[in-house]
Every structure is written in C-alpha cells, then in structure tokens.
C-alpha cells in the first residue's frame, strides 16, 4: 500500500474528514508501513466496522476536530 502524495498532504494539512481501512484476513512477514510518521497526532472516531463473507474486515473513522 502506498498513499499518493496529493493524499498525505491532505492528510498534513488536517483536511481529511474520513479514514475507510479495509483489512484482508492475512498474515505478513513484514511491508511498508501503512502510516508514515506525522507531525501531529490525528484523533479519529470509529464509526462503523463491518465483516465480509470473506474475512475482510472494514474500519471506518471520521476526524475528530
């Protein structure tokens, strides 16, 4: 996984409203980190998780201001 560049300055800028994180049901040795390092911490509200048929799981968050 990697974010586009125009997203993580979204994301630095404190302009992101949601987070929709899909998570498939597999195990990995090691990756790219789904997050690189931020200047400040975001505070994210869970508002909805739902499982799939299939394992995959999906989290979503809005930003708390």
Known sequence: FAMAPRAWAAVRSGLMDE?????????????????TALDNRVNLKLVETRTFPDGVLLTRYETRR
């Open 19 to 35: 987070y929709a994180i899909v998570t498939p049901p597999v195990v990995v040795g090691g990756g790219t980190p789904f997050f």
